[in-house]
C-alpha cells in the first residue's frame, strides 16, 4: 500500500477579529489555495487563531510582570493566573 501525506499551509492575509466563522474561513480559503476540503481530510487550527476568533486572547503587555524574572511568589501567582486562564480556553 502507497501512504501518501500532503500538508498545506493556508495563507489568510487579513486579521481575524473576534467572532470570525472560522469554518468558513477555512473551508473557503482552502478551495481557493489547494482545491478544497476533502473526505478523510485533517484540519489543524492554532490556539492563537481560535482564540482571537472567540475574542479570548489576552494581551500580555498589560499583564503587570515583574521587573526582573525571578521564582518570587508573585511571579509563581502570575503562572497560576496564566495556567488558569489556558484552562478556561481549553474548556477541561
Do not use: F
Not at 470570525?20 to 474561513?25: G, R
Amino acid at each position: 500500500m502507497n501512504a501518501k501525506i500532503e500538508i498545506y499551509g493556508l495563507k489568510i492575509n487579513r486579521e481575524i477579529a473576534p467572532n470570525t466563522d472560522l469554518s468558513a474561513l477555512i473551508v473557503g480559503e482552502a478551495e481557493r489555495q489547494v482545491g478544497g476540503v476533502r473526505d478523510g481530510d485533517i484540519i489543524v487550527v492554532t490556539s492563537k487563531i481560535v482564540s482571537k476568533a472567540m475574542e479570548e486572547s489576552i494581551n500580555l503587555q498589560k499583564l503587570s510582570l515583574p521587573a526582573k524574572p525571578c521564582a518570587s511568589l508573585n511571579s509563581t501567582r502570575l503562572l497560576q493566573k496564566l495556567w488558569n486562564y489556558t484552562l478556561k480556553l481549553a474548556r477541561l
